[in-house]
């Protein structure tokens, strides 16, 4: 009897030293894709802005943070072609939109992860565009080497106001929604 207390004893001190560290996966930039629409009152247009490098933070096989870095001079637009996408995409890299010359680069950092159900999670995090952090919370799936999202943006938290209703009364039928719509699939 002492001797099993004692293997007991052994087994508990052993058991709680042993603890599951996190583990970093970096996410493969060339193999992931970010998609983003953007609507209007005439239309919408769909286009492209790449991940310039990021990670998921894991401990065990849930997922506890991540971050992420954009490029956002590769904006560009998939839905026009020759001058009209060239006269597109220069508007969404000007001061208008993005400003991608003063600010080539947005971040994503996650602050808060909740399990919602199998490889599912709630993600608050801090989002900048334009050197300006707002919180943004979306839902996360997972699986082995993979994770996806859809989510919107309010541009006009991030002082992006170009054609907006919320701040042009007059604008009519050249409104721009203030929503962008954004689909994530990560590798890693």
Do not use: C
Request: charged letters at 25%; zero cysteines; glycine letters at 8%.
């Amino acid at each position: 009897m002492k001797n099993l207390k004692a293997i007991t004893l052994a087994l508990v001190v052993v058991l709680s030293t042993v603890s599951v560290s996190a583990q970093t996966k970096k996410i493969d930039a060339t193999k992931s894709s970010i998609n983003w629409v953007g609507k209007k009152v005439t239309g919408q247009h769909s286009g492209t802005v790449n991940l310039k490098d990021g990670t998921l933070i894991f401990k065990g096989k849930k997922l506890k943070g991540g971050s992420f870095t954009v490029d956002m001079t590769s904006l560009t637009s998939t839905d026009l072609s020759g001058e009209y996408q060239g006269k597109l995409n220069g508007h969404l890299k000007s001061e208008d939109f993005f400003g991608t010359e003063k600010f080539p680069t947005a971040t994503l950092m996650f602050k808060k992860v909740v399990a919602k159900g199998a490889n599912i999670y709630s993600v608050t995090g801090d989002l900048t565009i334009k050197g300006i952090k707002n919180p943004i919370t979306f839902d996360l799936a997972t699986t082995a080497n993979s994770a996806t999202t859809k989510f919107n943006v309010d541009r006009t938290k991030y002082d992006i106001k170009y054609g907006s209703k919320s701040f042009f009364d007059s604008i009519g039928d050249k409104a721009i929604d203030n929503e962008i719509e954004l689909s994530v699939a990560l590798e890693f």
